[in-house]
């Protein structure tokens, strides 16, 4: 069983930075496909981002692409999300998920293919 952890939410301004963090206990971490997901009230759960078990692949939601950065440290264990030229629209609680599985593109966005969730942490960009 893996336990997720969130943190590094917040207030931020139009144009700034954040950097999430998410921190995992349980066996084998580094056997899991993490992903970052985002959801804002009355929206549907959004893929943001989602890396392999061993960091050397990653994928990015559309509205992302170019602007944040997924990573992983397995000694830590820890995965986390760095986000730049953060936009208004990027407000949302953004939650940190894992599997166990393959890493393909279509598994991936899927929030029903992740076993395991963590509690979620509150962004809110301002403009």
């Known amino acids: 069983q893996v336990q997720l952890v969130e943190s590094g939410g917040g207030l931020v301004q139009a144009g700034g930075s954040l950097r999430l963090s998410c921190a995992a206990s349980?066996?084998?971490?580094?056997?899991?496909?993490m992903g970052w997901f985002r959801q804002a009230p009355g929206t549907e759960r959004e893929f943001v981002a989602a890396?392999?078990?061993?960091?050397?692949?990653?994928y990015y939601g559309d509205s992302v692409k170019g602007r944040y950065t997924i990573a992983r440290d397995n000694a830590k264990p820890t995965v986390y999300l760095q986000m730049y030229s953060l936009k208004p629209e990027d407000t949302a609680t953004y939650y940190c998920?894992?599997?166990?599985?393959?890493?393909?593109?279509?598994?991936?966005?899927?929030?029903?293919?992740?076993?395991?969730w963590g509690q979620g942490t509150q962004v809110t960009v301002s403009s």
């Open positions: 998920a894992a599997y166990q599985g393959r890493f393909l593109g279509y598994l991936v966005r899927n929030p029903a293919q992740y076993a395991y």
């Open positions: 349980g066996p084998t971490f580094s056997n899991y496909v």
């Open positions: 890396i392999t078990w061993s960091g050397s692949s990653q």
